[in-house]
Structure formats: C-alpha cells, structure tokens
C-alpha cells in the first residue's frame, strides 16, 4: 500500500534552516510529481511546492520562492523541503503529497485534498523566538 512518512519538523528560531523529508513507498515513485502543502493553525492547506516525476520542473508559491528548495533522489523514493531564511508565518503542519500525474503544476495558494491522491501524516515545523 502507499505510504508516504515525512519527518525533520522542529521548533526553529526566525531565520533558522530545516530540512524535512518524505520516504515514500507503495508506487512508482519516480513516476509521480510530488509535492509540499502545509496547514498553519487555524488556515486551511497551502500549496507550498511541486516538483515533476523526474525532478527537473519545479515551482514554488511566491512566499517561499529564494527561500525554500524542493528535490527528490529517486533512487531512494525519498522527497525533500530544504527551507533557509525561516519566518514565523512559516510555522505550519507540513505534508507529503502525491499528485496523480508525472507532470508538474503551479498552483494557487488554495489546495483541495482532491488535488492529490495520497497524503503523508505531517511534520509540525514551528519558527517562533
């Protein structure tokens, strides 16, 4: 079955750096694009980064663009976030998404769970001083 397991979410100080992670199994993992969505307290999801099955397209929500950087080894079903230069507004349960597609998509902030097939559980990523 498809499992998607994300990990390396801590409670960093404003411009710190965090790398989180996603171990993927149960698919074609190089055959998917994949992305990051995030859900601050009381928002709703949002769209964070999308990169496509073989990892040379890439997009970003403008918020995040210079700051975080999207990548994937798909030798070991394993897809990354490295975030630098951490603000506040940051703080979010992060997810691991599968899209159903190879392709990737920019998107708009707003995310519907239907925009993707599969979800990880989260990793909580607080940035406060």
């Known amino acids: 079955q498809v499992q998607l397991v994300e990990s390396g979410g801590a409670l960093v100080q404003p411009g710190g750096s965090l790398r989180l992670s996603c171990a993927a199994s149960?698919?074609?993992?190089?055959?998917?694009?994949m992305s990051w969505v995030r859900q601050a307290p009381g928002k709703g999801l949002e769209w964070v980064s999308e990169?496509?099955?073989?990892?040379?397209?890439?997009y970003y929500e403008d918020s995040v663009k210079g700051r975080f950087t999207i990548s994937r080894d798909n030798a070991k079903n394993r897809l990354y976030l490295q975030m630098d230069s951490l603000k506040p507004e940051d703080t979010a349960v992060y997810y691991c998404?599968?899209?159903?597609?190879?392709?990737?998509?920019?998107?708009?902030?707003?995310?519907?769970?239907?925009?993707?097939?599969?979800w990880g559980r989260g990793t909580q990523v607080t940035v406060s001083s």
């Open positions: 149960g698919f074609w993992f190089s055959s998917y694009a």
């Open positions: 990169i496509n099955s073989g990892g040379g397209t890439i």
């Open positions: 998404a599968k899209a159903p597609r190879p392709y990737a998509v920019q998107k708009g902030i707003a995310v519907a769970t239907t925009d993707y097939d599969f």
